[in-house]
């Protein structure tokens, strides 16, 4: 599993961001996916998770109602569609694979996480 994020940028605050992650080595069949962020001087968080096949998701409370997570396995790739951007939502994006047994609600656990995607920045402007 070799996971590359991108779509990160700058907007103002209103705006939205669709965040892509491809795996470019095996494909993402199988393992749940999901996104994390990193604002300055914070600690790593959990925003979204998604199941394998895309039948369930889950969201941080933070921004349920503002992002969407999506998959499209025969393209090996997971978005994560961002509306509403608030300026709290500056941070630097990680997606995640998760192989493990269990709800994708254990993906809020980042210990539990088994491979990490780069980052990609998103800054939100007033």
């Known amino acids: 599993v070799q996971l590359q994020a991108s779509g990160g940028g700058s907007v103002q605050a209103g705006g939205s961001l669709r965040l892509s992650c491809a795996d470019s080595g ?7 996916m999901g996104w994390f962020r ?16 895309g039948g369930e998701s889950h969201y941080a409370a933070s921004v349920t109602g503002r992002f969407t997570i999506s998959r499209d396995n025969a ?18 994006y990680y997606c995640a694979a998760y192989l493990g047994p269990g709800n994708i609600r254990i993906m809020e656990d980042e210990w539990r996480i088994n491979y990490w995607g780069k980052g990609t920045q998103v800054t939100v402007s007033s």
């Open 26 to 32: 095996r494909p993402l069949r199988g393992p749940a």
């Open 38 to 53: 990193q604002a300055p001087g914070k600690e790593r968080e959990f925003v979204a998770a998604i199941d394998w096949n």
């Open 75 to 92: 393209n090996n790739t997971v978005y994560l569609q961002m509306n509403t951007l608030k300026l709290e939502d500056t941070a630097v």
